[in-house]
Antibody, heavy 119, light 112 residues
């Protein structure tokens, strides 16, 4: 059974960079046919797709966040990561990692991790 | 303001059939598949419907999806207390600024 687990700093200061990692177990991140995504959900609000990375390393980001987002993959550790720069309070959210079978939907999700932006 | 529009709330009694609507445009629902997710309180979203009306393995056939033009619907028949959750529709959006996955604002389903 595929499992995804987010980890990273739960508190980030304004203007700094948010960094999260998603560890994948029960399957290889290098297997073809899938992309690996980040999605976030501000407290009490809806979902926002951030971007994804293919096993090849190519990336695609939400145009609204593109200037601040970097997603990378570490195949040796079977994990992928998110960096979001110049954060503000509006970036406070539960961040989820998820697998996408190259069809636009997310079939496996991590449990999510809350990141709070505050001084 | 979400790109896809859902009613903020819906309700029904056990055994009833309820539907949740999702309205979009020609750049998203009108030209791409629709997906539906269920989010129980305090948990990650779970895929309920993909490719407009397909159910992943393990999702009861009480859940069904449909699409017509630029709108989609999720129907839940034989409503159960455990169906009380937030429901989100999603689709790819071929916007001028670049393709992206977009979600509805979510519908909170209450089982009375």
């Amino acid at each position: 059974q595929l499992q995804l687990q987010e980890s990273g700093s739960g508190l980030v200061k304004p203007s700094q960079t948010l960094s999260l990692t998603c560890a994948v177990s029960g399957g290889s991140i290098s297997s073809g046919g899938y992309s690996w995504s980040w999605i976030r959900q501000p407290p009490g609000k809806g979902l926002e797709w951030i971007g994804y990375i293919y096993h090849s390393g190519s990336t695609y980001y939400n145009p609204s966040l593109k200037s601040r987002v970097t997603i990378s993959v570490d195949r040796s550790k079977n994990q992928f990561s998110l960096k979001l720069s110049s954060v503000t309070a509006a970036d406070t959210a539960v961040y989820y990692c998820a697998r996408e079978p190259r069809e636009g939907y997310f079939d496996y999700w991590g449990q999510g991790t809350l990141v709070t932006v505050s001084s | 303001q979400s790109v896809l529009t859902q009613p903020p709330s819906a309700s029904g009694t056990p055994g009833q059939r309820v539907t949740i609507s999702c309205s979009g445009s020609s750049s998203n629902i009108g030209s791409n598949y629709v997906y539906w997710y269920q989010q129980l309180p305090g948990t990650a979203p779970k895929l309920l419907i993909y490719r407009n009306n397909q159910r992943p393995s393990g999702v009861p056939d009480r859940f069904s999806g449909s699409k017509s033009g630029t709108s989609a619907s999720l129907a839940i028949s034989g409503l159960r207390s455990e169906d009380e959750a937030d429901y989100y529709c999603a689709a790819w959006d071929d916007s001028l600024s670049g393709p992206r996955v977009v979600f509805g604002g979510g519908t909170k389903l209450t089982v009375l």
